[in-house]
């Protein structure tokens, strides 16, 4: 971390303009719940009226699904240095059921904070940790077995709802809210999700809401089949790259384009210090894989590691705020040598560190051993288990294999441990799977993990496009969301290849939100069609400014579309690039709808009285659709 | 085309290096047939041996599917002013029912080879147009009823099977020819395509071979269900853009990323000159949308089209060589109505054009009216049809609805009447399709036209992506492949934006590449893992140059692997910058393996006998996995 002089990250830590500007032609709302510091954040896209001949049509603001935090609020100004206001220290707080602590219960925690050579480093207004009293049991899980409605769960229910139960009763939404019939595969969304709708799903283990009690700063959101598909995104130094604050620009990066959730993978020096940078300023939930920073703590050396090193990073992880730890409790010894034959072995880095250990120790995983254990600290800070497929395939050869439904197996075991004491769960899923193959994937991973919510890495549907993983993933994605994955993790087109950059980050998060999109609608989530409608509309009447900030990347959309037009003039202009001034077919549509209008009658009516004189009319009246330029 | 001097076209028209050099660790095999002049070009691609303590073992070259013409051939020297060699004229001679016309028999193309304005755009060496003797049918299912099998089907059969009976019975590609069973949705897809077997595909009218008799130069490719998914990519310019020198550059690019097929879509000026000179230059069929020109030549006045100027618009491109047109047959008078409560009304720029036509003269499409006399004109030179989808839908919110399916339902109507004539016939389908409906589509098209090949746009199944069209029609594309769609019309990250340059064509046809494969691969097409087990190996054993070689965009791999890591050297290092030096999974799966094979034993029978020594001498021994740096 040499390489970040002192005052850069101590003074001046900042995220650059171009990943906090607000969206354009957007604006923050919030959706005030049952309290009023129960706000819910959404974005509303204004849009142009439609003009027409008969004079202007109003086109009502279009909601968007927001994970872009305080970042893009003008109301706000986000101080790196103080990170986020705290949207969930009330609701905690009020619930009683924590103590805080005086300091890191974690050995490394209290040591790293002893350290006077991170001073330059650290993140300076660390919260003492919060921890639930002796014996509660403070999960959302836990909670909502006990029929408690939480603040986090009213949150999301009013989060994923994104309005639609107002907009359904506003007669300028009615046409725009039409959608296909959904294949949902078994999957049971409701036409209003309701908190205690949210509840039951989170009592049942259908879905989680990943909110440590350390992380009082996120605004909450739920993971789980019957809801809207979430996409991950993953950020990490590794002893390459990188420093701190370049972590916090991407993951301010990541919000913005529409990550979920984030995964620190950072696998390089001062782990530590950046997580607590990452958490402080983190508005989505954080996920981490604790063996990589155990394995730094033992110098790389798999066989040197040992369940009080873990049981401590557990610790000084719960007790930054990550939300979510990824374990491989299911890479068991006997199922090691299943990967023996594979074409790629084990690909999975977690998978790989507890392959090594347990045949170097020729003893069963210690994740697995100590799995009770490892539950009674998750409970202590609701701390949700991604339950990792170390055994996961590689390529497409390996998809599908003993291995991998083995492991898969296994995590469902664990589940039920896990729900015996009501801490939430997640299973990872692959990988490289051909498209037809996929959904036996999903099917197994409900029945074996008892609809515990999966989460997959794509999957990849062909192994030859290196450069272009985003998109081979993104079609299994899609699939595979489909077909129930409540999250996928999203996947950069420097995937086998290299770290990838901030543009590589943003290709890969809109390739996921693309597949989750496409998921919700294939699912028939209420009112998910929503903004292809209005963005389609807004095509057909060459509104393009609407068209562009309707879009998954409106800064994009718009770049392009200038490269072939530049004139700001165009974007009224009524035809475009693709064919030129002369000729548009959707320039024709409009003439002939607008000549049924101006003849008062439909062009079906127009047609079956067969007045072949007012065709000859229009012929001569006709807009001059072909006009020279 | 005033933009385009004298002397760039007519002295020393060429493409650039770029789109010509051979690809990297690569080279042109051809396949030799049952006659001498029947050599079907692929490409191979030669890997580095695997380096093992044991020694090199040798990893066998990889034959891949090659739509990139002579142009990447070390041994042909293309020369545009020339046009490429010609493949298929003796065989086309042979025949003896064709014959050579003094001139054009078009009007308008007479006019134009006598036009001295014209001179300096003009294609030096026009060949004299060939057409069927009076009262013969020349069309490959012609031949193919009659149960001949023509050097063309010969021809497809061996570029298919991409040489893998010769490959299943060497044992270097026994590991590598492991595949996942398919899931073909009543595809009928043989172990092996014999020619015999395509006759009768082209026969039955499930496959089409575009190669009109006046298109010598085209290397034949077949398109159809139970052959490989196929992608076609789109030029032209439009009156906003372009050259003529552009274009065949633009065409040779296609062919060099993988486009099977290539629709030349201009509208601008100039449009018989550009044709010639792309035709003449084009490995791969070629297809237009005729009414486009026809448009042009009455001034954009959709009104004024007459049967007659289309008909000789038809005999022009015929003539020049045109393997496939769109005709827009479907679109009749009383379906149009159907479209005036859509959301995007009518988005198909041909079906604007005769929905204009047809309400401005309140008579039926006279592409309609006029189907006999149209097929009497494709089979006199095998131009295929694609009966166009005028009717599609440009939004979700439009989607299988009531225009889109009955006119789906004239296509197969017309299929038969156009079958009558032996005429191939390929049907074109959408657009915008939600991911749950995209199935329904192709069960309709197989069922209302027959099994006559789909041909379809993506489908986008989100519309709310702008800039990335490439990807949310991708993920429809490989799941219309899959469920049977012969060939996917690509799309580009402009689409709905503006033209798409160089980098947007290769996007966009990688793009469709991988679909196209993903949905061999679903379907089980046999040998079509092969590339992907290879390029997983090398991958696994770090073999970078074989890695990149394999993939789709060797250039773009190797440069992403570069921005990362850019020395050489690290490309046979045994780690990868994901995880920098210190730790790498694909090692230390390796080491596991050598261990248990320094052995003499598999890691199996070590862990059954449980010789917990034997493990404690791993931890001594192991590789130095963690090896500082």
């Given at each position: ?26 604006r923050k709302i919030h959706v005030t719940g049952s309290r009023p510091d129960l706000r819910v954040p959404m974005r509303e896209v204004i849009q142009a ?42 609701w905690i707080q009020e619930r009683g059921d924590t103590e805080v602590l005086d300091g890191p219960s974690s050995r490394y925690g209290r040591d790293r ?334 029945e074996d993990c008892f609809e515990a919510p999966f989460y997959t890495l794509g999957p990849l549907v062909t192994d030859i496009a290196p450069a272009y ?161």
């Amino acid at each position: 971390m040499s390489a970040i002089p002192h005052s850069l990250v101590q003074k001046t830590a900042r995220v650059s303009e171009e990943v906090t500007r607000p969206f354009p032609g957007s604006r923050k709302i919030h959706v005030t719940g049952s309290r009023p510091d129960l706000r819910v954040p959404m974005r509303e896209v204004i849009q142009a009226p439609t003009r027409t001949a008969a004079g202007e049509e109003e086109n009502p603001p279009i909601p968007v699904y927001d994970t872009s935090g305080p970042y893009t609020d003008p109301e706000v100004r986000v101080d790196l240095m103080q990170g986020l206001p705290s949207v969930r220290s009330a609701w905690i707080q009020e619930r009683g059921d924590t103590e805080v602590l005086d300091g890191p219960s974690s050995r490394y925690g209290r040591d790293r904070a002893a350290d006077p050579q991170l001073a330059h480093l650290r993140f300076e207004h660390i919260r003492a940790p919060r921890r639930a009293r002796a014996g509660a049991n403070i999960t959302q899980m836990h909670y909502a077995r006990r029929g408690i409605v939480t603040p986090e769960m009213e949150y999301v229910a009013i989060r994923e709802n994104g309005r639609l139960q107002e907009l359904r009763e506003d007669p300028r939404y009615a046409a725009l809210l039409r959608q296909h019939p959904g294949e949902a595969f078994g999957a049971r969304i409701p036409e209003v999700i309701t908190p205690e709708f949210v509840r039951d799903e989170v009592a049942a283990g259908r879905a989680v809401i990943p909110a440590n009690i350390n992380h009082p700063e996120l605004e909450p959101m739920i993971i789980g089949r019957n809801f809207r598909v979430k996409i991950n995104t993953n950020i990490g130094n590794s002893s390459v790259s990188s420093g701190i604050e370049e972590e916090v620009e991407k993951l301010v990066w990541s919000c913005r384009w529409g990550g979920d959730t984030l995964m620190d993978l950072s696998t390089g020096k001062h782990i530590h210090e950046t997580r607590e940078w990452v958490i402080r300023n983190s508005p989505v939930p954080i996920g981490t894989v604790p063996i990589y920073q155990a394995l730094e703590k033992v110098d790389g050396k798999a066989e040197e590691l040992t369940w009080e090193l873990f049981r401590d990073t557990l610790i000084e992880q719960a007790e930054q705020g990550v939300d979510y730890f990824t374990i491989h409790a299911g890479v068991l010894l006997r199922y090691v040598p299943l990967t023996a034959r594979r074409l790629t072995g084990i690909v999975s880095r977690g998978g790989s560190i507890l392959a090594k250990w347990c045949l170097a120790h020729h003893r069963e995983n210690f994740l697995y051993t100590h799995f009770e254990e490892i539950c009674e600290i998750m409970k202590a800070y609701d701390v949700a288990f991604s339950l990792g497929d170390g055994l996961r395939p590689g390529s497409l050869a390996d998809a599908n294999d003993a291995a991998q439904f083995a492991e898969l197996e296994t995590l469902g075991e664990l589940t039920k441990i896990a729900w015996r004491h009501d801490v939430q769960v997640m299973i990872e899923g692959p990988g490289h799977i051909p498209l037809q193959r996929v959904k036996e994937n999903v099917d197994k991973e409900l029945e074996d993990c008892f609809e515990a919510p999966f989460y997959t890495l794509g999957p990849l549907v062909t192994d030859i496009a290196p450069a272009y993983d985003h998109i081979t993933s993104g079609i299994g994605a899609a699939n595979i969301g489909w077909y129930g994955t409540a999250m996928l993790c999203y996947v950069t087109p420097k995937e086998h290849l290299g770290l990838p950059d901030k543009e590589d980050v943003r290709d890969g998060i809109i390739t996921y939100r693309i597949a989750a999109h496409a998921a919700d609608l294939a699912k028939g989530f209420p009112g998910v069609q929503l903004q292809d409608n209005a963005l389609s509309k807004a095509r057909f009447e060459f509104r393009w400014e609407d068209q562009f900030n309707l879009s998954l990347d409106p800064e994009r959309a718009r770049s392009f579309h200038d490269e072939t037009l530049p004139q700001q003039a165009h974007k009224v202009a009524h035809f475009c690039s693709m064919c030129g001034p002369h000729f548009c077919s959707m320039k024709i549509t409009q003439d002939v709808r607008d000549y049924a209008a101006a003849q008062g009658m439909s062009a079906q009516e127009a047609l079956e009285q067969g007045m072949q004189e007012k065709a000859a009319e229009f012929v001569e009246k006709g807009a001059k659709v072909y006009r020279k330029v």
